[in-house]
């Protein structure tokens, strides 16, 4: 090869490297708070879960880095909504917060939203949530639990618990009749707390709700956005998104 033409295969080398890092290529804050299997914190204090790696490979994929942060959920939902972070790792989509988020065109896990209570109670519910005035009900800060139980809302003696230990707890010394939760989430600490067997979850699912990427609403985050939409569409239509679910016990849409 001649002075010239190596002179000439370097430098389309150097521009083709150049062209797989975007020239907006940066490290991306994702926030989130606890959610079993979804977003939570590893022994040795990384952040893992199936949200936590999507998120990891599509940014590499974009040309991204990613840095993670742990939250309080209602803290985590005013961050994005103010800007402050990147990407939002899980929320259900709600009117309320389409107002203030913008969400990922697809979503990435599903929950069945149920009602816990405990096994010597003998509790039940058939779906009908007038049925439900005189019972005391937990629920966690931040969650949403579908349209129906919005609705509701009004008409139930609600109580609030920041983590589904503490709702755990609320309802084991009695101090309510019925904890409002998802399985993913509180079936494992039913069996960190040793409670399996004195907590029964009831049989009638309240909602199907599913968990999103969720990103400020300003327009400057709107190419990013776009760009992790289309990167995850490929995620999707490829099968890997069902095999990730499969390798963190997560179901998938």
Same mark, same amino acid.
């Given at each position: 090869m001649g002075k010239r033409a190596a002179i000439f295969a370097a430098t389309m080398l150097i521009g083709a490297t150049g062209a797989m890092q975007p020239a907006s290529a940066r490290e991306l804050v994702a926030i989130g708070a606890h959610f079993e299997r979804v977003f939570e914190r590893g022994q040795e204090g990384e952040i893992i879960g199936l949200g936590p790696e999507i998120v990891r490979i599509l940014a590499q994929r974009m040309g991204h880095t990613v840095r993670f942060e742990l939250y309080p959920w209602a803290r985590a939902q005013a961050l994005i909504a103010q800007g402050k972070a990147d990407i939002l790792v899980g929320p259900y989509k709600t009117a309320e917060r389409q107002q203030t988020m913008a969400f990922s065109k697809l979503a990435f896990y599903q929950d069945q939203m149920v009602f816990y209570a405990r096994n010597d109670a003998n509790a039940s519910w058939n779906g009908d949530f007038g049925a439900l005035g005189d019972q005391r009900i937990v629920v966690l800060n931040g969650w949403a639990y579908g349209a129906a139980f919005d609705q509701a809302r009004p008409q139930l003696r609600l109580s609030v618990a920041n983590s589904v230990d503490s709702g755990l707890k609320m309802l084991v010394h009695q101090h309510v009749n019925l904890f409002a939760s998802n399985r993913r989430n509180t079936e494992p600490v039913l069996g960190r707390l040793g409670l399996v067997g004195q907590i029964v979850m009831l049989p009638k699912v309240i909602d199907v709700q599913e968990g999103y990427f969720a990103f400020p609403r300003?327009?400057?985050?709107?190419?990013?956005?776009?760009?992790?939409?289309?990167?995850? =569409? &490929?995620?999707?239509?490829?099968?890997?998104?069902?095999?990730?679910? =499969? &390798?963190?016990?997560?179901?998938?849409?």
């Open positions: 300003d327009t400057s985050f709107d190419t990013l956005r776009r760009d992790f939409d289309a990167a995850f =569409q &490929r995620m999707v239509d490829s099968g890997e998104l069902k095999k990730l679910g =499969q &390798r963190h016990e997560v179901i998938v849409p």
